[in-house]
């Protein structure tokens, strides 16, 4: 029967939830359950949990043992990153402000606004996070609106501008030009987390084509060099090659030679990621038609330079989402950093939740842990997916899918 | 036998140290072995100048491990296994804030001590036989520093005194660990038959027991009472006065640097001594003022470096044992700040108290 008088959304929530006698028992049902789990969490998240152990260690959580009075430099590359994000946001936009920016604008703020206030940060360090917001939103904005003023050159040249921030991070972070040296055995928390995974994943991009293009290569000694790295490193457990690493090189290198624990995991984390990329790639490269390199090398193309500009661009876009799915996954792996000692996130975790004065909190830090690895996974697939769309040759084909 | 490489000239060693493989043995036995390549000082000791060179005690402790290890939340580590750490830098370096502390899990500590990469383990290890021995682990083990030992927590409102009492009563244990076998072991000794909750994991174990399910749960006695304090109300619980099993928690060093060991061992029967002897960390400079004026106090001033030469003998200033409790204060402060009354943990003292008063803590005699 036909209820003209009811509004669309009724019309809508009835003809899809509530269609057959059936339907309807399910919704209801299945809308008890999500309000009874929902208000339970709520209830505890609101009433019982208690959020000192957050408060009172956020520091701990989010750089781990750095120094006191070199926390500064953490708060520059954080004013840094955000002008850049700011920068590159406008840029990359220009005047449209499209919903989506619009209402990652309005989280920003909210975040900024509510985070610190929920931290119970003192006013001086809320004041931080919402002078870094609004730099952020500002140079959007500006970027935006004059960044087509800039010079042609210029503005091909400013994605440049990421990796020189990154070593100028690196800087800051560990010290030396200067500045006074913090050792790697300081960092932790977030820090530590996010150095350890943005390492590794910068360095086992490049070392996992190079594998796969080894694994194809016609020079047997590279064939099957690539062949045993890449099935070694697959057939053993992360856990096992980090073991190794911080356990068997003080062994074969003399006191002091070996490199500090958390380069050594580092490293362990970047080669491990490696031979996963190098099988990316490879199902990219496969991908790839036989006539496309033999059409580059009839045009007179020689190898390197048909893998370059024809084979390359095209098999990395097909294995980008496999790509950045290794990424995602070597992001959730630093977590076992904390098995060897390290005090990476879940590391600071488990030591704050050994302090006598915050026994038992353990639902609470989870959470916060939980909310934290979401939100920089988060993070790297939306950029994964704007990276896909943007590469995509056919533009039209990418909005069906 | 070992030490046959130390007479090898240290050129042969280096020249062979570029195929690295080939070296690995050499080098390893040059780490584990520690031979001091000047034979010029009395005292032997690689480690103890090379701590000295680097101005910097490296620590291994647990670092997740309440009342023992855990990191404050200003950054500084905090614990009973870490002021044994800064007594020790204290002692060694005068500076009780010269620590490195290293995070260590239960795989990898007797490793990272081997292979050099840490002076002192500091991180609650049982000392036992195959712990000790040059076939096994070859640690050498200073005094012990917490009696463990598996414990029994009941309510208080149970009216439960002592084990015998829980003939016929459920008692949570948690499944496959020697905890349970100690227990089985215990009651039939006594002849006290009882009920065994078993639970897969901890949380389980003791989520039962707060429910009532049994009257009693066993764990290592330290684990409880950490337990206890995120119980809803923790002084309604109370731990029996019977101990299970032996655990000598004890910090410990390589075997194969004797003069640290004993450094790092009589660093602690100092502190021990000192609680024997009424010298704390508030006292400590009058006692020295006291030593120093009255020549007739032999005994204290030796203790106290103001005369002879214990130090020196240790290779450690001669007022070690000042630097030491000036830092952390002595072993019964240490104890009862970190698990004790002063605590959240509120342990008893148990067979950690003084050999004069019921307990097992005895320094030898400083002479």
Not at chain 1, 246 to 267: E, K, M, S
Not at chain 2, 161 to 167: C, E, F, H, I, Q
Not at chain 2, 359 to 366: E, R, S, T
Request: with cysteine; proline share 5%.
């Amino acid at each position: 029967m036909d209820r003209t008088g009811l509004p669309a959304l009724a019309q809508r929530l009835r003809r899809e939830l509530f269609a057959s006698r059936t339907d309807g028992l399910i919704t209801l049902v299945l809308l008890g359950a999500l309000v009874a789990l929902g208000g339970g969490f709520l209830r505890w998240a609101l009433v019982q949990a208690q959020w000192a152990v957050v408060q009172a260690n956020s520091t701990l959580f989010a750089v781990g043992r750095y120094p006191l009075d070199q926390q500064w430099r953490l708060w520059l590359l954080t004013t840094l990153l955000a002008a850049a994000t700011g920068l590159s946001w406008g840029l990359l936009r220009g005047r449209s402000w499209p919903r989506n920016d619009t209402i990652a604008a309005v989280l920003l703020v909210a975040l900024a606004v509510a985070a610190p206030l929920f931290l119970q940060l003192t006013l001086a360090i809320q004041a931080r996070w919402w002078w870094i917001t609004a730099l952020l939103l500002a140079l959007r904005w500006g970027a935006g609106r004059w960044g087509d003023r800039l010079p042609a050159a210029w503005r091909r040249l400013w994605p440049l501008l990421w990796p020189l921030l990154y070593l100028v991070g690196m800087v800051l972070i560990s010290g030396g030009l200067g500045l006074m040296p913090v050792r790697p055995s300081d960092w932790g928390g977030l820090l530590l987390t996010l150095v350890q995974s943005s390492f590794a994943i910068l360095l086992c991009f490049p070392l996992g084509v190079a594998l796969a293009l080894g694994r194809r290569s016609e020079l047997p000694l590279l064939r099957w060099g690539s062949v045993i790295y890449i099935e070694f490193i697959r057939g053993a457990p992360l856990i096992t090659l980090l073991f190794l690493g911080q356990n068997i090189l003080g062994f074969l290198l003399p006191g002091g030679l070996a490199p500090d624990r958390v380069w050594r995991a580092a490293w362990v984390l970047t080669f491990f990621a490696a031979a996963y990329v190098a099988e990316a790639v490879r199902s990219g490269l496969a991908a790839v038609p036989r006539g496309q390199m033999e059409a580059a090398r009839a045009l007179g193309l020689p190898v390197p330079q048909a893998l370059i500009h024809v084979v390359l661009p095209q098999a990395l876009r097909v294995a980008l989402p496999a790509t950045v799915g290794q990424f995602i996954t070597l992001l959730q792996d630093t977590t076992l950093l904390s098995l060897i000692g390290l005090l990476d996130l879940l590391g600071v975790a488990r030591t704050v939740m050994a302090n006598p004065a915050f026994l038992g909190k353990n639902a609470e830090v989870y959470l916060l842990l939980a909310v934290l690895f979401w939100c920089c996974c988060a993070a790297l697939g939306l950029g994964s997916r704007a990276l896909e769309t943007r590469l995509n040759p056919n533009p039209l084909s990418a909005a069906r899918a | 036998m070992l030490l046959a490489n130390c007479a090898e000239p240290w050129n042969s060693a280096m020249a062979w140290r570029r195929p690295l493989a080939a070296t690995l043995p050499l080098l390893t036995a040059l780490a584990l072995v520690g031979c001091a390549s000047d034979g010029g000082s009395g005292i032997q000791s690689q480690r103890l100048s090379a701590i000295s060179g680097r101005g910097k005690l490296i620590c291994g402790v647990d670092g997740r491990l309440p009342g023992f290890s855990f990191v404050n939340p200003d950054g500084s580590y905090s614990g009973l296994d870490v002021d044994i750490c800064k007594a020790t830098a204290a002692a060694v370096l005068g500076d009780a804030k010269q620590v490195d502390f290293r995070d260590l899990n239960s795989t990898e500590r007797f490793a990272a001590l081997a292979s050099g990469e840490i002076d002192l383990l500091s991180r609650n290890t049982t000392a036992t036989l195959s712990r000790d021995a040059p076939g096994g682990n070859a640690l050498s083990f200073a005094p012990t520093v917490f009696y463990d030992g598996q414990g029994v927590m009941t309510p208080k409102a149970s009216g439960i005194k002592t084990l015998k009492d829980l003939a016929g009563k459920p008692i949570c244990v948690e499944s496959g660990t020697t905890t349970e076998l100690n227990l089985a072991d215990r009651m039939r000794e006594i002849k006290a038959p009882y009920t065994p909750l078993r639970f897969q994991t901890g949380d389980q174990t003791y989520a039962a027991y707060l429910q009532g399910r049994c009257v009693a749960v066993t764990s290592d006695r330290s684990q409880l009472a950490g337990k206890r304090t995120s119980f809803p109300d923790p002084a309604a619980h109370t731990l029996l006065p019977e101990v299970l099993s032996k655990e000598p928690l004890s910090p410990a060093t390589v075997n194969a640097d004797p003069a640290w060991a004993d450094a790092v061992r009589w660093i602690i029967h100092g502190l021990m001594q000192a609680e024997e002897l009424g010298i704390t960390q508030a006292n400590v400079d009058a006692k020295v003022a006291e030593a120093k004026a009255n020549t007739n106090l032999a005994d204290l001033r030796r203790f106290l470096g103001v005369e002879g030469d214990f130090g020196k003998q240790l290779g450690l200033p001669a007022n070690f044992v000042v630097l030491a409790l000036k830092a952390v204060g002595n072993y019964g402060e240490i104890f009862e700040r970190n698990v004790g009354a002063g605590s959240m943990l509120k342990l008893e003292r148990g067979l950690n108290r003084q050999w004069n008063q019921g307990g097992l803590i005895y320094a030898p005699p400083f002479r």
